[in-house]
């Protein structure tokens, strides 16, 4: 069973950078297309980004375009997310998920999620 645990969360001000990771223990997602989704408080969990397993192609949500890069290194069994010029409205717990096909799914479709990192941007 796929076990992912996320990393590198914190409080920064708005306008700084962080870089999310997300480790598979067990290594059985290399060949899975991942994503990163994210909950504010009160809110529901919202899509964020998706690579491919190759990382050849990437899907975003408007609101982070240009701003967020999701990339993976399969040797590593890590996945990770870029997040360049934060907001205050990025604030949210972040959650890596692995899908169970290569390509990327509809946001629905992912079966296996770690338990998330909080990412705090304050004005």
């Known amino acids: 069973q796929v076990q992912l645990v996320e990393s590198g969360g914190g409080l920064v001000q708005a306008g700084a950078s962080l870089r999310l990771s997300c480790t598979d223990s067990r290594r059985t997602s290399r060949n899975n297309a991942m994503g990163w989704f994210r909950q504010a408080p009160g809110k529901e969990r919202d899509f964020v980004a998706a690579i491919s397993w190759r990382g050849d192609s990437t899907n975003y949500a408007d609101s982070v375009k240009g701003r967020f890069t999701i990339s993976r290194d399969n040797a590593k069994d890590t996945l990770y997310l870029q997040m360049n010029n934060l907001k205050p409205e990025d604030t949210a717990v972040y959650y890596c998920?692995?899908?169970?096909?290569?390509?990327?799914?509809?946001?629905?479709?992912?079966?296996?999620w770690g338990r998330g990192t909080q990412v705090t941007v304050s004005s």
């Open positions: 998920a692995s899908a169970l096909t290569s390509y990327i799914p509809a946001p629905s479709s992912y079966r296996y």
